[in-house]
């Protein structure tokens, strides 16, 4: 490759993003419509949900109505934002824009020859989609809200009893992060939640250091069907994604984290903290924006984590965070 071809390439992938407007229709049985990038495009043969470039002076709303009377052939109402994912590709840059659709007119078509799928939400998985969209069908699937414990003192009766009324309160995936608690109080704690969290429709992962270290954290995931949480030492120390029936997760705080995370195959990450917190006060703080530059360098769907509001869902979102991760904010309601 000649100097200036290297240069022009360099260019394009820091030049600012490509803003794109895709939207998350969905037919009278809940099914979501995916349209298949036709062949000569890039990203050729990859599902995406439809949508196109915003065009100067557009906004995302009017970008999305285009192209879905362009390519679809529909008319689209409303549009509730659902996540923004800034996404590195190898050569370019994008702002992947999604909004759900609240209702339209017409009868969906592929007006430029793109094969179009409705496809059960559970069944998203099993289309080959382009990087940036895989925390798009994470915010479609997963909980926003990852609730972290804190220590649970000891009095375990109260602790489980505040868990429980947060998870009764809509909250659907737990860390049980406990470091102080012995191997057996640690085992009799995760076997009277576990079966109440079920029965709620809820998560549980343990943090790596429950019950001792991350083999007996192991063993305890193995024994009640749990999820892990890997510190981000533990995740280092992995050079394969540990054999669970359930979900597996890290703490990240540099992308060298993340994009190992990544390699073992990790459902999701938290990374932070985004705002100071008096539980990690002598972290620097992160801020959105470095938050967002981590974020567009992986595809994993990312929880942000540390000073958080349930609030500030709304701008998590909008920095392409699947959610908030926290402690305060969701043990008790308030923060
Ligand atoms: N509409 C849409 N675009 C997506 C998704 N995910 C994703 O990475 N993209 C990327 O966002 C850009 C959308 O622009 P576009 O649809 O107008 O692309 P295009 O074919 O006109 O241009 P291009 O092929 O030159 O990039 C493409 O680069 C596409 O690869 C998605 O779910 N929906």
Same mark, same amino acid.
């Given at each position: 490759?000649?100097? +200036? !071809?290297?240069?022009?390439?360099?260019?394009?992938?820091?030049?600012?993003?490509?803003?794109?407007?895709?939207?998350?229709?969905?037919?009278?049985?809940?099914?979501?419509?995916?349209?298949?990038?036709?062949?000569?495009? #890039?990203?050729?043969?990859?599902?995406?949900?439809?949508?196109?470039? $915003?065009?100067?002076?557009? *906004?995302?709303?009017?970008?999305?109505?285009? @192209?879905?009377?362009?390519?679809?052939?529909?008319?689209?109402?409303?549009?509730?934002?659902?996540?923004? $994912?800034?996404? =590195?590709? &190898?050569?370019?840059?994008?702002?992947?824009?999604?909004?759900?659709?609240?209702?339209?007119?017409?009868?969906?078509?592929?007006?430029?020859? /793109?094969?179009?799928?409705?496809?059960?939400?559970?069944?998203?998985?099993?289309?080959?989609?382009?990087?940036?969209?895989?925390?798009?069908?994470? +915010?479609?699937?997963?909980?926003?809200?990852?609730?972290?414990? &804190?220590?649970?003192?000891?009095?375990? #009766?109260?602790?489980?009893?505040?868990?429980?009324?947060?998870?009764?309160?809509? $909250?659907?995936?737990?860390?049980?992060?406990?470091?102080?608690?012995?191997?057996?109080? =640690?085992?009799?704690?995760?076997?009277?939640?576990?079966?109440?969290?079920?029965?709620?429709? +809820? @998560?549980?992962?343990?943090?790596?250091?429950?019950?001792?270290?991350?083999? =007996? *954290?192991?063993?305890?995931? =193995?024994?009640?069907?749990?999820?892990?949480?890997?510190?981000?030492?533990?995740?280092?120390?992995?050079?394969?994604?540990?054999?669970? #029936?359930?979900?597996?997760?890290?703490?990240?705080?540099?992308?060298?984290?993340?994009?190992?995370?990544?390699?073992?195959?990790?459902?999701?990450?938290?990374?932070?903290?985004? +705002?100071?917190?008096?539980?990690?006060?002598?972290?620097?703080?992160?801020?959105?924006?470095?938050?967002?530059?981590?974020?567009?360098?992986? %595809?994993?769907?990312?929880?942000?984590?540390?000073?958080?509001?349930?609030?500030?869902?709304?701008? %998590? !979102?909008?920095?392409? %965070? /699947?959610?908030?991760?926290?402690?305060?904010?969701?043990?008790?309601?308030?923060?």
């Amino acid at each position: 490759m000649t100097a +200036a !071809r290297i240069a022009n390439r360099e260019s394009r992938i820091t030049a600012a993003p490509i803003h794109v407007a895709a939207g998350i229709l969905k037919d009278a049985r809940g099914r979501i419509l995916l349209a298949r990038r036709g062949d000569g495009r #890039d990203l050729a043969g990859l599902w995406e949900f439809p949508g196109g470039k $915003v065009e100067p002076g557009e *906004t995302p709303h009017e970008a999305l109505a285009r @192209e879905l009377r362009e390519e679809v052939g529909i008319e689209i109402g409303a549009i509730d934002p659902l996540i923004a $994912v800034p996404h =590195a590709y &190898p050569h370019k840059r994008i702002l992947l824009d999604v909004s759900c659709v609240r209702s339209f007119t017409g009868r969906a078509r592929g007006l430029e020859g /793109q094969a179009l799928a409705w496809v059960p939400r559970e069944r998203l998985h099993a289309y080959a989609m382009p990087a940036a969209d895989r925390p798009v069908v994470a +915010a479609l699937l997963q909980p926003a809200e990852y609730l972290i414990t &804190p220590e649970p003192g000891p009095d375990l #009766d109260t602790f489980a009893n505040t868990l429980l009324a947060a998870v009764r309160g809509g $909250v659907r995936r737990v860390q049980l992060r406990a470091l102080a608690l012995g191997a057996d109080a =640690a085992a009799a704690l995760v076997a009277a939640l576990k079966p109440q969290l079920r029965e709620q429709r +809820a @998560e549980l992962l343990l943090g790596g250091r429950l019950g001792g270290d991350l083999d =007996a *954290t192991l063993a305890l995931c =193995a024994a009640y069907g749990c999820g892990l949480h890997a510190t981000a030492s533990q995740l280092m120390s992995l050079t394969r994604r540990p054999a669970l #029936d359930a979900v597996f997760a890290a703490s990240c705080h540099t992308l060298d984290e993340l994009h190992h995370a990544q390699a073992l195959g990790a459902d999701f990450a938290v990374a932070g903290p985004i +705002a100071p917190t008096p539980t990690h006060a002598d972290a620097r703080p992160l801020g959105w924006a470095a938050f967002a530059a981590l974020r567009e360098q992986v %595809a994993l769907p990312i929880y942000a984590l540390g000073g958080l509001r349930r609030e500030d869902l709304a701008i %998590a !979102r909008e920095h392409g %965070a /699947q959610g908030i991760a926290a402690i305060r904010a969701l043990w008790s309601g308030d923060a």
